[in-house]
């Protein structure tokens, strides 16, 4: 099972992004996903997360321009990013807890995606 994200790049302050995560492999089905993120000398920290039944949690200073989502159906999670600043550049994380056809229940890591915001 594995989690690969995609979408990151270099954006001027006030653009947008779009990150994306699908899952693969022996997947039963999937609780919780989500996105954290890691900047330079700092800890990871929470982005979103987004329930299969579709409850959302947003970290409270992201509130209103960062958009989770996801499709159950391919597996995948996204993350619109709008009006990004400097402070938002960091590696993206993407994460899952995840039922395996073999019974596993396995917290699940993407290799990570940079957002780098700068003029």
């Known amino acids: 099972v594995q989690l690969q994200a995609s979408g990151g790049g270099l954006v001027q302050p006030g653009g947008s992004l779009r990150l994306s995560c699908a899952a693969s492999?022996?997947?039963?089905?999937?609780?919780?996903m989500g996105w954290y993120r890691q900047a330079p000398g700092k800890q990871r920290e929470l982005v979103a997360t987004?329930?299969?039944?579709?409850?959302?949690n947003y970290a409270d200073a992201l509130k209103g321009r960062f958009t989770i989502s996801r499709d159950n159906a391919r597996n995948t999670v996204y993350l619109q990013m709008n009006s990004l600043k400097p402070e938002d550049t960091a590696v993206y994380y993407c994460?899952?807890?995840?039922?395996?056809?073999?019974?596993?229940?396995?917290?699940?890591w993407g290799q990570g995606t940079l957002v780098t915001v700068s003029s």
């Open positions: 994460n899952a807890m995840i039922l395996t056809t073999n019974s596993e229940y396995l917290e699940v």
């Open positions: 987004v329930m299969r039944a579709g409850g959302i």
């Open positions: 492999g022996s997947i039963f089905s999937i609780n919780v």
